[in-house]
């Protein structure tokens, strides 16, 4: 794979800034941690400012429930730091290894997206320096529509300063949490009906390998906050680790099946109730290190879309009927449902229907064939692609798929760009 070359500022001064943002030459992007597993976060031949060094807490009130601080504030940080106050993030994706201006160039989603919506849904301020010199404090209230563009404007409308967000009051640290194991499609759908009154969080693990049209076998995992007020010590930083990638004979249609096997019997096993802490229920993925070295050193390519209600039995039914036959299927494919609430941002990816993510191990020419057929689907069902997730989706699958894009196009700053945008603007 060819690793793209670019600058990179990393200032650890708010002072630094402006010389780094304004003017004109070469493209520039702010980003965080990294996390994205496409090329958003790329700006090749171009610079990145990486805001991980301006970290610190502007402001934070207990009784409000405010917090305001540097966009490259990690949550892991905020969480360490609200929690003791039994305060929690609304929303949080499957890190905690993101940055506030992470989370909200890619309006992140969690486990609760029916309760709660986005993480765009519960910024109050944010602050964005565009290239012309101008500093802008935005909110909610913002009539220009630059708000609306910069919510999940995947760092396309300029750098996001610091961030203002309101967060959610909570007993403890830890979860009431049940698992039910599920065999087919409709009792995952009926699942996840059940569940959106009677619990805050829902996601599901299907095993990929073992298809028959709707008939299939997962585990459906729900939960709600504990009302217990223990607040035990933080999550320990990661314990395991992959040392080194995988050789590329090591992933195959047999341990593919195997570990699959494996995880739906221990999840079997395990089904029923319990208290977890916050951090396995949320993160489960942050407690291994370099999980992606599994895919070797080709990499991976994560494909997660999202259908409609009205096409989400037979997309999703079709979609996981073609990752079966190709053998390409995922270790971790993850089945959820959305809620109606309303993304703030022009390019939110959440929208009311269900979603599908999977890794694919990175196998050149016959990776894209298999995700371009998974496109045809997707784009005949009216759904769309997550492009924080995204490394090589169409122009056409992208435009087909943001209704808002033209909207959000003129609220582009003109020297700020990506690997992604420059791949798919209109």
Known sequence: MTRPSQNVASPHFADELPSLVAGAGDTRLGVGLMRSYGDSNLNPDGSV?????????????????????????????????????GLFPAVVP?????????????????????????????????????????????????????FAATIGGLGLTGLIEWVEIALRAIPGAMIDAETIPFE?????????????????????????????????????????????????????????????????FALNPLTLSLFNEAYYRFGRLRAGRSKV???????????????NRLYGRDGMFQYQCVVPPGASLDATAELLKIIAASGEGSFLAVL?????????????????????????????????????????????????????KDGRMSARMFQSGYPRLEAFTAHVDPHFSSAFWRRVAP
């Open 184 to 248: 087919s499609l409709e009792e995952f759908f009926a699942l996840a009906d059940e569940s959106i009154t009677t619990h805050e969080h829902t996601v599901s693990w299907i095993d990929c390998t073992r298809i028959d049209g709707t008939k299939m076998r997962g585990l459906f995992m729900r939960g709600n906050c504990s009302a217990d007020p223990d607040r035990p010590p933080h999550a320990a930083r990661p314990r395991l680790g992959m040392p080194l990638e995988l050789p590329r």
């Open 49 to 85: 400012i990486r805001m991980t060094g301006l970290d610190r807490i502007h402001h934070f009130d207990p009784a409000s429930h405010v917090l305001r601080a540097d966009a490259g504030l990690s949550l892991d940080s905020l969480i360490r730091t609200v929690l003791p106050h």
């Open 94 to 146: 499957g890190t905690r290894f993101v940055t506030l201006g992470g989370a909200v160039g890619n309006d992140i989603h969690g486990k609760n997206h029916h309760r709660f919506g986005t993480f765009g849904n519960h910024v109050r301020r944010l602050s964005l320096m565009r290239s012309d010199g101008r500093r802008i404090e935005l909110g909610p209230d913002d009539e220009s529509g630059l």
């Open 277 to 291: 802490h916050y951090a396995p229920f949320f993160f489960p993925l942050d407690g291994i290190m370099h999980w």
């Open 336 to 388: 959820k449902t959305f809620g109606s609430n309303a993304s703030p941002g022009l390019l939110s990816f959440p929208r009311e229907g269900t979603t599908l993510a999977l890794d694919f191990r990175n196998r050149g020419p016959q990776t894209l064939e298999l995700l371009a057929r998974l496109d045809a689907v997707v784009f005949e069902a009216d759904g769309r692609l997550y492009p924080a």
